[in-house]
């Protein structure tokens, strides 16, 4: 596979991952990749993001796995898209 291949497959899995979102219930979940394409960011920028509080904390799926709820993924990206929301209740 060469670059352009790669940028294509890349591109359609983002644009796949941000559709699954748009039709998920608030109370379902999604994986780092999701995270990932909606806040344009790399698997350690999720992590940084954490800390600062930007994105929210994932829920523990077993062992290894972590999932991020829709609906608290909807209302930070609610809170990036205008500051006076606040994401602390």
Not at 29 to 42: D, H, N, P, Y
Not at 72 to 80: G, K, S, V
């Amino acid at each position: 596979m060469n670059m352009i291949d790669n940028a294509a497959a890349r591109a359609s899995k983002t644009a796949t991952a941000v559709a699954i979102f748009a039709v998920s219930p608030d109370a379902g979940f999604v994986k780092s990749s999701t995270i990932e394409a909606l806040f344009a960011c790399s698997r350690t920028s999720i992590w940084r993001h954490m800390k600062t509080g930007v994105i929210p904390q994932p829920v523990h799926v077993g062992t290894k796995s972590r999932l991020w709820s829709v609906g608290q993924i909807r209302a930070a990206l609610a809170a990036l898209a205008n500051p006076e929301i606040s994401l602390t209740k």
